[in-house]
């Protein structure tokens, strides 16, 4: 964003911009476009609430002869895979990876978004793989009614919820992190604003993609992906489609990442001789000389 630097260059038409807001803006502009690529992360993460707690309700909840868990019970499990994980990381992962890189972090912030965005990655392709597997079985037994309990243990979707929640580790945690220590030091309460408003943006784009590909494929008759009736629906195509763009993504993020110049203390010490200086312009006008 080197374009930028010409704000800071005096003419005889304007007054120039301070070197400090110049770099506040570079500052922001570049949050701005790592928050845009954490979207689709987000709208993986959508998923947990939404298509996984529908596909949970067509399998087999029961657990022994009586009692029927919740299909969106297993929720639970990407907080409980969580906790276990941030003990881990913090006890074996950074230590270990600090003595490779020499980072105090053991990886870089954006290291870490990378590798919970991987994780995320997998975790829908796993989904995909078992929704296969699912209509496998409801072929097999013939099952063409919404109503009807596909016979395939619910647990079957413990895999990607558990890994949702590692990467959750590595990507919400991260995430947080990232936005508060890169922000510029007098907008500090924008690192939470970027987070949370990715997570709500990622949850609308979620439901425009859900429409827009319901419309897309029943469109002339057709076999919708995401129907009312799942028992009849190509869910793992919808997945698959989401494997596809989010690997897109990706791409983006690396190379977004590659460009990235982190927020250095002199950064922080440049902000803050330049908020001494502007009080010490205001102290040096006398009030008697008005």
């Not at 290291?111 to 392709?125: D, E, M, P």
Request: glycine letters at 8%; proline letters at 4%; a positive charge.
């Amino acid at each position: 964003m080197k374009f930028l630097d010409k704000a800071a260059i005096k003419t005889s038409s304007r007054v120039p911009c301070t070197v400090t807001k110049v770099e506040v803006a570079k500052r922001v502009l570049g949050l701005i476009f790592i928050w845009l690529v954490t979207l689709i992360p987000s709208t993986l993460w959508a998923q947990v609430n939404t298509l996984f707690v529908k596909q949970g309700t067509t399998l087999d909840r029961k657990i022994g002869s009586n009692f029927q868990i919740p299909a969106a019970s297993l929720g639970s499990f990407v907080t409980l895979s969580m906790l276990l994980s941030v003990p881990m990381y913090d006890q074996y992962f950074v230590p270990f990876m600090r003595k490779k890189t020499g980072n105090p972090r053991g990886i870089t912030l954006l290291q870490r978004l990378g590798i919970g965005f991987a994780i995320q990655i997998v975790a829908i392709a796993i989904a995909s793989a078992v929704e296969v597997k699912r209509m496998r079985v409801i072929k097999e037994f013939h099952i063409t009614s919404p109503t009807q309990v596909v016979p395939m243990s619910i647990f079957w979707l413990l895999p990607q919820y558990s890994l949702l929640g590692i990467g959750d580790v590595f990507n919400a945690i991260g995430l947080l992190e990232f936005f508060y220590d890169q922000s510029p030091e007098e907008m500090q309460s924008l690192g939470t604003t970027f987070f949370t408003s990715g997570i709500g943006l990622g949850n609308f784009l979620n439901s425009f993609l859900v429409t827009m590909i319901d419309k897309i494929t029943s469109k002339g008759g057709g076999k919708s992906w995401i129907g009312n009736n799942l028992n009849d629906s190509r869910l793992d195509y919808y997945y698959g489609f989401l494997v596809v763009i989010s690997i897109v993504n990706m791409g983006l993020f690396v190379w977004a990442a590659s460009k990235y110049v982190y927020k250095s203390d002199d950064d922080t010490k440049e902000f803050s001789r330049g908020c001494v200086q502007m009080e010490a312009k205001a102290l040096d006008t006398s009030p008697l000389s008005i």
